[in-house]
Structures are given as structure tokens and as C-alpha cells.
């Protein structure tokens, strides 16, 4: 559970955000917003600030982390993996019946919403980049479409198992260095899922992800985004918001659409990513102790019964979040789809 601490009033310094602005539009009129968020893994101790932008209405933490600070930041289970299993038969199963019953089908539905938005119905042998591609499992649904897929991660291993398992050609580079490795113009689609929300320099990243779209090329970044009705309602315990200090910024729909015109992209149009994967974000807002981390990381039982009660409110929250994301158009993770101009 999230607990928010108050520092004592004696010993509360004035609040002060300085030099820091906005990740998305650069503003520098930022409020607090969330104050004493702590790490919902409880991997990070201290407490951090979420500050609000009086332009856009992204948040960003203050004092925002280095790079150098973020690789402690994540514990060594993190993403899904079908590999999650380990050693344990029964957690073996259970990360199968997870890909099959949650997984999957979320990296099916992000896949047709890209392509729709795009106006493609086949791959054609077009050349797509997976920016922070992890161990490739969309990588797989976009080459069964008929792309030509690239990876690229930070993890030395993770770019190994893509080369030598999936034969997908992978790089190790972040996004400061990915230009150095392709040149420009070198991709039809950039996707990028959930890891704008993870890094220090959103608009660079955004910029060079322009620089390596063919003209014509599309850009898919999913993110969560901060003002969603089911941020609101969760407040500082969403679980977007204690994933800091691995978060280091939630956008609004608007931040997003300004860091993508400041790149240069024309038109930018916002789909809601799969309800089934909004519903997890509900299940794991209220079901706190279900995590990936403590329940595959762990060898305790509680973990996996708070896995299943969490399954069962996801289940029961997609009907809200088909609402939310369809008819209230304000959905908590959506793919941010931008074009560069050109190429007819
Ligand atoms: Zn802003």
C-alpha cells in the first residue's frame, strides 16, 4: 500500500521546483501535484515529488534523476517475459496462461490499432524499429504481418536473445545513442511502448525518433497519460504514479501533441491502447501487492493470491475502461501515433 509521508512542518523546506520545466512543452510554470510518492515495489526508498505543468498538465518529477541514477532503479524481475517462470513448474504455467490470457492479446489489439491508424493493413516489408523492444514479443505480431523488424534496448542480453533466439536484428543502444547506430530516414514505423514515461530527455528522444522516419513514416509511442478520469480518481496511488522514480514523467494528451510538433511531426492523432491493459491498470492501482515483481521475484504465496484477486478485478474493470477510453475519449494509456511529413 502507497502511503503518503508529511515531512513535519519545522522541518519543511519551501517548496521550490527551480530550474526544472516541463518534459513535453518546456514550460517552467510547474506546481506540486503529488508530494512523499514512494516506490509501489518498495525497491527505491525516499519519497519523491510529482510536479504539474501549468501549460500542458504533464507531470514531472523534481529533482528529476540523472541517467547515470536509473539502471538502480529497476529490480531484476520487471517486464513480462515467458521466461518468468524460472525453476518453479507451477510459475512456468502461470506466465504461459498470463501471456496467452493477458499478454498476447494486449500486443495483438496495440498491433491492429497501429496499423488501422496508419491506414496499412499488411507489413508489405516496410522497415519498423521497436525502441525499447525488451525480449520482442510485439516485435513477433508485427513480423507476422509482414514487416521487416528491428530492435533496440539497453539490455546487453535482451538484444542477444532477440539476435539469437528470434532472428530479429537488435541493437544495444538507448535513445541518446540510437542515432549513432542507424542513419537518417532509415524506418516507415518507430514504435515505442511505455518507455517515453521512463527517460529524462523526452523531446530529444521524440526528435530522434524523427530524424530515423523515413518522410511519410509513423511514429507509435504508447504512454500513460495523467489526465485520464482513472488518474483522477486514483489520485497519488495510481499506479502510474508510484512507479516513480522508474517514471519519471506522465503526459497529458496535450504534452504529447506538443513534443511531437516541436519535432517537426505534422499530423498527431491519440488511440486508446486495449481496455484489457487499462483494466490492468485499475487491477494493480487497487490490488497493490499483485505486482510482476513480487509475485514471479518471490517464493511467497500471497503474492500469487493477490495476482488472482487482481485478474478478477481487471476482468471486471474493462467494461469502465472501454467507457472511458471510447465514449469520455480520456483514456489512462494510450498510443500516440505522429507522421512526418512527406512522402505523399
Ligand atoms: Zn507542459
Same mark, same amino acid.
Given at each position: $500500500?502507497?502511503?503518503?509521508?508529511?515531512?513535519?512542518?519545522?522541518? *519543511?523546506?519551501? $517548496?521550490?521546483?527551480?530550474?526544472?520545466?516541463?518534459?513535453?512543452?518546456?514550460?517552467?510554470? &510547474?506546481?506540486? *501535484?503529488?508530494?512523499?510518492?514512494?516506490?509501489?515495489?518498495?525497491?527505491?526508498?525516499?519519497?519523491?515529488?510529482?510536479?504539474?505543468?501549468?501549460?500542458?498538465?504533464?507531470?514531472?518529477?523534481?529533482? &528529476?534523476?540523472?541517467?547515470?541514477?536509473?539502471?538502480?532503479?529497476?529490480?531484476?524481475?520487471?517486464?513480462?517475459?515467458?521466461?518468468?517462470?524460472?525453476?518453479?513448474?507451477?510459475?512456468?504455467? *502461470?506466465?504461459?496462461?498470463?501471456?496467452?490470457?493477458?499478454?498476447?492479446?494486449?500486443?495483438?489489439?496495440?498491433?491492429?490499432?497501429?496499423?488501422?491508424?496508419?491506414?496499412?493493413?499488411?507489413?508489405?516489408?516496410?522497415?519498423?524499429?521497436?525502441?525499447?523492444?525488451?525480449?520482442?514479443?510485439?516485435?513477433?505480431?508485427?513480423?507476422?504481418?509482414?514487416?521487416?523488424?528491428?530492435?533496440?534496448? /539497453?539490455?546487453?542480453?535482451?538484444?542477444?536473445?532477440?539476435?539469437?533466439?528470434?532472428?530479429?536484428?537488435?541493437?544495444?543502444?538507448? /535513445?541518446?545513442?540510437?542515432?549513432?547506430?542507424?542513419?537518417?530516414?532509415?524506418?516507415?514505423?518507430?514504435?515505442?511502448?511505455?518507455?517515453?514515461?521512463?527517460?529524462?530527455?523526452?523531446?530529444?528522444?521524440?526528435?530522434? $525518433?524523427?530524424?530515423?522516419?523515413?518522410?511519410?513514416?509513423? &511514429?507509435?509511442?504508447?504512454?500513460?497519460?495523467?489526465?485520464?478520469?482513472?488518474?483522477? /480518481?486514483?489520485?497519488?496511488?495510481?499506479?502510474?504514479?508510484?512507479?516513480?522514480?522508474?517514471?519519471?514523467? *506522465?503526459?497529458?494528451?496535450?504534452? $504529447?501533441?506538443?513534443?511531437?510538433?516541436?519535432?517537426?511531426?505534422?499530423?498527431? /492523432?491519440?488511440?486508446?491502447?486495449?481496455?484489457?491493459?487499462?483494466?490492468?491498470?485499475?487491477?494493480?492501482?487497487?490490488?497493490?501487492?499483485?505486482?510482476?515483481?513480487?509475485?514471479?521475484?518471490?517464493?511467497?504465496?500471497?503474492?500469487?493470491?493477490?495476482?488472482?484477486?487482481?485478474?478478477?478485478?481487471?476482468?471486471?474493470?474493462?467494461?469502465?475502461?472501454?467507457?472511458?477510453?471510447?465514449?469520455?475519449?480520456?483514456?489512462?494509456?494510450?498510443?500516440?501515433?505522429?507522421?512526418?511529413?512527406?512522402?505523399?
Amino acid at each position: $500500500m502507497t502511503t503518503l509521508t508529511a515531512p513535519e512542518p519545522a522541518t *519543511l523546506a519551501p $517548496m521550490t521546483s527551480g530550474e526544472a520545466s516541463c518534459l513535453y512543452c518546456c514550460s517552467h510554470d &510547474l506546481q506540486p *501535484l503529488y508530494v512523499g510518492v514512494q516506490d509501489r515495489l518498495g525497491y527505491v526508498p525516499g519519497a519523491r515529488t510529482f510536479w504539474q505543468c501549468g501549460e500542458c498538465g504533464s507531470a514531472v518529477l523534481v529533482p &528529476l534523476p540523472t541517467t547515470a541514477e536509473l539502471p538502480a532503479f529497476y529490480p531484476p524481475v520487471y517486464s513480462f517475459t515467458l521466461e518468468l517462470g524460472g525453476q518453479s513448474r507451477f510459475k512456468r504455467l *502461470l506466465s504461459r496462461a498470463e501471456y496467452h490470457l493477458f499478454f498476447r492479446p494486449q500486443y495483438t489489439a496495440q498491433t491492429r490499432r497501429v496499423m488501422r491508424a496508419c491506414g496499412w493493413t499488411r507489413g508489405d516489408g516496410k522497415a519498423l524499429l521497436d525502441v525499447g523492444c525488451g525480449r520482442g514479443l510485439r516485435l513477433l505480431e508485427f513480423r507476422r504481418l509482414g514487416f521487416q523488424v528491428h530492435g533496440l534496448d /539497453v539490455q546487453p542480453d535482451v538484444v542477444r536473445y532477440l539476435r539469437d533466439e528470434l532472428d530479429i536484428p537488435a541493437e544495444c543502444a538507448d /535513445v541518446s545513442t540510437m542515432n549513432q547506430i542507424h542513419p537518417p530516414g532509415s524506418f516507415d514505423l518507430i514504435t515505442t511502448f511505455f518507455l517515453i514515461e521512463h527517460i529524462p530527455d523526452v523531446r530529444a528522444a521524440i526528435a530522434g $525518433m524523427f530524424d530515423l522516419l523515413r518522410p511519410g513514416g509513423w &511514429l507509435a509511442a504508447a504512454v500513460p497519460f495523467i489526465d485520464a478520469v482513472q488518474a483522477r /480518481v486514483f489520485g497519488s496511488r495510481w499506479i502510474n504514479v508510484t512507479e516513480a522514480p522508474r517514471h519519471l514523467s *506522465l503526459p497529458t494528451q496535450a504534452g $504529447m501533441i506538443a513534443a511531437c510538433r516541436a519535432a517537426g511531426f505534422g499530423r498527431v /492523432v491519440i488511440v486508446p491502447d486495449s481496455a484489457l491493459n487499462c483494466a490492468g491498470q485499475v487491477a494493480s492501482s487497487l490490488v497493490t501487492g499483485a505486482t510482476l515483481t513480487h509475485t514471479y521475484g518471490q517464493s511467497r504465496l500471497r503474492p500469487l493470491i493477490a495476482r488472482a484477486i487482481g485478474a478478477g478485478v481487471m476482468f471486471a474493470s474493462v467494461p469502465w475502461c472501454l467507457f472511458e477510453n471510447t465514449v469520455l475519449g480520456r483514456m489512462s494509456l494510450g498510443i500516440v501515433m505522429a507522421r512526418k511529413p512527406g512522402g505523399g
